[in-house]
């Protein structure tokens, strides 16, 4: 197993030689978020380029989400405040191409609209500043580090957000459920298989039967997330975006190994401990955890489904319209078209992300992006 020697690797194994193991999750938060050293708060300048968001792929998405949260605005009555809570705003692009087509397409929505990027990179907080500056300056966009005021009135939405949040490994052996901890042996990082490290790591595979050999992960810190969220928002919707599964289909045959992933340079593999610190780890979404413990703040599943059902029932709305660039050659057009093609497509980023929409405060509300093609 491959454990490059980085600045924070050297770090981990100090505290692992001192004090002990430490979960995977405890890792997986270091590795991602340590606030110089971590994957997303680090000291770097540059974008990371390990992955592709449905964001950078076109304009189109962040048009068509805004379609939505229009129709959510009009919804819960149109509210003289529609707050937008978007965890993991990263530079600011998503917020970016919704502010810019609400103001230009949507006025009377963007009027309402009290945008929060919510982002733990000071770097990447300071991207976003200079690229939602009209919009901040226009009172209608703020950067936070995090959001710990109630919401009256709006929608939390993250895109590829909670597949980052840290998760415990776990694997079933000889009918027991163990934790998978991060060890140290001299200045190499391993793997160690231990009891449970808590009563709640246990309770999140209450209802999940796991197969003798079967690794997985319980995510404990998106559970949390999903129930506070539930807590602040008293009238409106959580709108979810990422790629993952109900709980049947990832604790299936088909997972024995688990979701876990780390990804360097476009290139996905099992190496978690290569490079402390300078490549992502994700985990699938269990969207039915999301349901279970949403429920627990009062929030209620509206719906499911794929991205491609997602954005085709909002494009087909407009009869498309939002897939043309104003005043742009044919050239361009049929750019626009491939890239909403690349959104869409089965085999792609259509079928592997999913979108769950929740609400609260209102009556089951009908939503065209949820509707079935």
């Not at 949040?165 to 793997?191: C, F, K």
Request: glycine share 8%; proline share 3%.
């Amino acid at each position: 197993m491959r454990t490059d020697s980085t600045a924070l690797h050297r770090l981990l194994v100090e505290r692992i030689h001192s004090t002990g193991p430490i979960t995977f999750a405890d890792y997986m938060e270091a590795c991602l978020y340590h606030p110089e050293l971590g994957y997303y708060s680090g000291r770097s300048e540059t974008r990371r380029a390990d992955y592709y968001t449905s964001v950078d792929m076109s304009p189109i998405f962040g048009r068509l989400i805004a379609r939505q949260l229009n129709e959510m605005w009009l919804i819960l009555g149109r509210p003289n405040r529609f707050t937008i809570g978007e965890f993991g705003s990263g530079t600011g692009t998503l917020a970016l191409q919704i502010l810019d087509f609400s103001r230009d397409q949507l006025p009377e929505f963007y009027e309402a609209i009290d945008y929060r990027a919510i982002e733990i990179s000071v770097k990447r907080q300071d991207v976003t500043k200079s690229a939602l500056a009209g919009h901040i300056s226009a009172g209608h966009a703020s950067i936070l580090s995090e959001m710990a005021e109630a919401i009256a009135h709006g929608c939390v939405l993250t895109n590829e957000f909670l597949d980052a949040l840290p998760v415990h490994r776990v694997v079933m052996e000889d009918g027991n459920l163990l934790e998978i901890y991060v060890d140290a042996a001299e200045d190499t990082l391993i793997e160690r298989k231990l009891p449970i490290s808590s009563p709640e790591v246990r309770g999140y595979f209450r209802q999940q039967q796991l197969q003798e050999g079967q690794h997985a992960e319980a995510a404990l810190c998106a559970c949390a997330w999903i129930e506070d969220i539930g807590r602040r928002l008293s009238h409106g919707f959580v709108l979810t975006i990422d790629y993952g599964r109900e709980a049947r289909e990832l604790y299936d045959e088909q997972h024995m190994s688990g979701t876990m992933l780390a990804y360097w340079q476009h290139n996905a593999s099992e190496e978690f401990y290569r490079a402390a610190g300078e490549q992502d780890l994700t985990a699938h979404v269990n969207f039915t955890a999301l349901d279970l413990w949403g429920a627990k703040s009062g929030l209620t599943r509206t719906g499911l489904t794929s991205q491609t059902n997602f954005l085709l029932s909002l494009a087909r709305e407009f009869n498309f319209a939002d897939l043309k660039v104003e005043g742009a050659g044919e050239a361009s057009q049929v750019r626009s078209r491939l890239q909403f093609k690349s959104l869409i497509f089965p085999e792609g980023m259509g079928e592997t992300f999913q979108v769950m929409v929740q609400h609260k405060g209102i009556a089951q509300p009908v939503l065209t992006g949820l509707k079935p093609l």
